[in-house]
């Protein structure tokens, strides 16, 4: 069967694992809304296992502080994110 994963592209971290696709593309929206500078993809899995370093809540404050780097970046008309 497998679940839905929502990866971070550009980058390690993902979110997951979701049976049901409708949820997983209201997960992944909530995400585009609160991190609008980090672009996103759902993916199939069968069978990955989401260890700690990979998962986006372990991982939440640097992720934020990224974000906020991003957006800073984009404020100054600078692309080295």
Do not use: R
């Not at 997983?24 to 585009?32: G, L, R, S, T, Y």
């Not at 370093?53 to 906020?68: G, M, P, S, V």
């Amino acid at each position: 069967m497998g679940t839905w994963l929502i990866k971070f592209l550009g980058y390690q971290w993902v979110d997951g694992h979701y049976y049901d696709l409708k949820t997983a593309k209201e997960v992944k929206d909530h995400f585009k809304e609160k991190f609008p500078y980090f672009d996103f993809e759902l993916c199939k899995s069968k069978q990955m296992t989401i260890t700690d370093d990979i998962f986006w809540a372990t991982n939440q404050k640097e992720i934020e502080q990224l974000h906020t780097k991003k957006m800073l970046y984009e404020m100054l008309g600078v692309n080295n994110v």
